[in-house]
């Protein structure tokens, strides 16, 4: 007998993420996916970033890693709630790894919460958590031929942050080509220029997501 | 990579729609795989057999197609399969497409006793 379905295999994570969503929403807080390559500077970006708005916002954090806690201790450094996931294994967090860090946070003090996804430039392109956005970073050592390599990542993201360009000058690659060819697999994009290490093109970033944030908390 | 999770999951719909049909053997389950889903066919028929081996679900055949790429334009309203992942219009130029076909991953239909 044949039994017809048409069913989305990836159904159950994303009723998950949006329920997810639904709690995130009651409290209006703005929930970021930060997903990049192993070493592009996740963790970096976050603590400049925890540092430059923590004055003007409540910030909370999700650690994604195999193994290790390091990246939540950085993170706990700067006096603020996060929560270490350690998938064991799993090369993603998926909706209900999520859902199960909620006991640990109180969302109406927040205002901003960043997911910082399992370093891995395709597997966690696929899985929602009930974020708002996703938020990729491409370091420039990667090379500008990622994006037409992983084009789901750069395809689901709304920003594309460029990190490490204090590095440009002493290697073969050009800002300028990597910016064309995520604009090629995603026309959207919104892309900054940016290095942790200088701080160059921080400024800009930090004003965008002000702005989000903001207009999360009176939508 | 993920592909163990994708299995999983598959395998919970797949026994979830044998339970409501009152099926006993599944055969076969035909699967549309979107070029643009970071799945790698192979791998996850891996990790199908590894999952179901032993299980009243082992033997059952996975028939993968992979489904291209397609996009709309917005601006021209033309159809078009999108090639080497570059999301604009070949016929205007546009980058405002809708993507139509290629992104999903999907389970079809089983074939069971």
Redesign the interface.
Known sequence: ?????????????DRIAQENRAIFDKSNLLVINLMSSPGAGKTSLLEKTIDALQNDFHIGVIEGDIQSSQDAERIARKEIPVVQINTGG???L?GNMIRDTFKEFVFDDLDLLVVENVG?L??P???KVGEDFKAMILSVPEGEDK??K???MF?ESKVLLINKIDLAPYLDCSIEDMKKEA??????LTIFEVSCKTGEGLDAWYAWLKDSVNNRKSA | ??E???AQ??I??IKE?MTR?D?TVLRSVR?HIGQ????VPQSLSFCFEVITSGTELEGAKLIMEVIPLEGMCRECKRAFEIK?????CPFCGS??IETTAGQ??????????
Not at chain 2, 104 to 113: A, G, H, N, T, Y
């Open positions: 007998m044949k039994i017809s379905v048409v069913k989305n295999i990836l159904e159950a994570n799993a090369c993603h998926d891995n395709v597997c392109a696929e899985f994006p037409a992983y084009p789901l395809r604009l090629k697999v995603n026309p959207h | 990579m993920h163990m999770s994708i999951s598959l919970d719909i729609e049909h099926a699967l643009l889903s970071a799945i080497d992942y570059a999301f604009e980058p405002d999903d991953l999907s389970i079809v239909d089983m074939e069971v006793d």
